[in-house]
Nanobody
């Protein structure tokens, strides 16, 4: 499956952004979808995950209550709504698709989008 992430940008602390990740090429609903983020010189870290049907979600502790992952299987897209953004949320955000394994481990994900950059100014 091919993934195309978009929606990043520059925002002030306390602001909001909505990331989108459009999928193509394979049956989108066959995959659980995750968002990860990465800063220069650091590992890629788990942010959020949503199951294939969209009924269950998981979040990193650092974003709980501020970020919301959702998906629309009719349009093959997963979203990440980010509210109350903090400077420490600054990173390149990646969407990814997985079929099995621990959802917070990037090594279990089969397909990755190209990343979209989010910068939060203080």
């Amino acid at each position: 499956v091919q993934l195309q992430a978009s929606g990043g940008g520059l925002v002030q602390a306390g602001g909001s952004l909505r990331l989108s990740c459009a999928a193509s090429g394979r049956t989108f609903s066959n995959y659980g979808m995750g968002w990860f983020r990465q800063t220069p010189g650091k590992e890629r870290n788990f942010v959020a995950y949503i199951i294939r049907s969209g009924g269950t979600t998981y979040y990193a502790d650092s974003v709980k209550g501020r970020f919301t992952i959702s998906r629309d299987n009719a349009v093959n897209t997963v979203y990440l709504q980010m509210n109350s953004l903090k400077p420490e949320d600054t990173a390149v955000y990646y969407c990814a698709a997985v079929t099995s394994g621990s959802v917070d481990n990037p090594k279990n994900y089969h397909y990755w989008g190209q990343g979209t950059e989010v910068t939060v100014s203080s």
